[in-house]
């Protein structure tokens, strides 16, 4: 069975000053965005020979190329807060950020 592209795990929301619920990319879309680049550089390198098939080496080269925007902004994604959607810093956490909440009888 296939993880998800996303995965929800309890971190710091600033916004929300409290630890909830956050939607996370996967973490692996970096090693992908590496490999299209593998791909394409080997693309360029047998780029003489591939070019004699019309059929089927260029539309698929074409295509490669056009899978690069999504896995780009895929691995350019931010992990987001579920509740208020601010983006969050994996950097930081409750301890450091987190204030007493404040008494609204007072």
Same mark, same amino acid.
């Given at each position: 069975?296939?993880k998800p592209i996303? =995965?929800?795990?309890?971190?710091? *929301?600033?916004? *929300?000053? =409290?630890?909830?619920?956050?939607?996370? /990319?996967? /973490?692996?879309?970096?090693?992908?965005?590496?490999?299209?680049? &593998?791909?394409?550089?080997?693309?360029?390198?047998?780029? /003489?020979?591939?070019?004699? %098939?019309? *059929? @089927?080496?260029?539309?698929?080269?074409?295509? +490669? +190329? +056009?899978?690069?925007?999504?896995?780009?902004?895929?691995?350019?994604?931010?992990?987001? *807060?579920? &509740?208020?959607?601010? @983006?969050? %810093?994996?950097?930081?956490?409750?301890?450091?950020?987190?204030? =007493?909440?404040?008494?609204?009888?007072?």
């Amino acid at each position: 069975m296939m993880k998800p592209i996303v =995965e929800y795990r309890r971190a710091y *929301c600033w916004r *929300c000053d =409290e630890v909830m619920e956050v939607r996370a /990319p996967w /973490p692996h879309w970096q090693k992908v965005k590496i490999g299209w680049f &593998t791909t394409i550089a080997v693309m360029m390198l047998v780029f /003489p020979i591939l070019s004699s %098939d019309f *059929c @089927v080496a260029i539309p698929s080269m074409m295509a +490669i +190329i +056009i899978a690069g925007s999504p896995i780009f902004r895929y691995a350019s994604e931010k992990p987001t *807060c579920c &509740t208020c959607s601010a @983006v969050i %810093d994996p950097k930081r956490h409750a301890v450091t950020g987190a204030r =007493e909440k404040q008494n609204s009888n007072v």
